[in-house]
């Protein structure tokens, strides 16, 4: 069983920096995609950035140029750094563990993390 574990988070003013980081650890395999998803109060949950072990990334486009995400294969580490932050990045982070050749149901989450921005 694999397990998420997730560091970081808390409150920065606008224009403020924070980093978030995950550590898998547990039964992990090849061909997996890390990444972080969040979720504001009263909306869906939503990606704002993955990459692949072979370094590909995708970024949500309202997160492009502030936000930038790296992984430690090694460690089984995923690393977002947010820059700029702005009041609507205010969300609960969660950290995705995903395999690109299985189904949703083998998602592993991490329990989320918060992270205010304010005004």
């Known amino acids: 069983q694999v397990q998420l574990e997730e560091s970081g988070g808390g409150m920065v003013q606008a224009g403020g920096s924070m980093t978030l980081s995950c550590t898998a650890s547990g039964n992990i395999f090849n061909q997996n995609i890390m990444g972080w998803y969040r979720q504001a109060p009263g909306k869906r949950r939503e990606q704002v950035a993955q990459m692949t072990e072979g370094g590909s990334t995708d970024y949500r486009d309202s997160v492009k140029g502030r936000f930038t995400i790296s992984r430690d294969i090694a460690n089984n580490t995923v690393t977002l750094q947010m820059n700029s932050l702005k009041p609507e990045d205010t969300a609960v982070y969660y950290c995705?563990?995903?395999?690109?050749?299985?189904?949703?149901?083998?998602?592993?989450w991490g329990q989320g993390t918060q992270v205010t921005v304010s005004s």
């Open positions: 995705l563990l995903r395999y690109y050749t299985l189904g949703p149901e083998h998602d592993r």
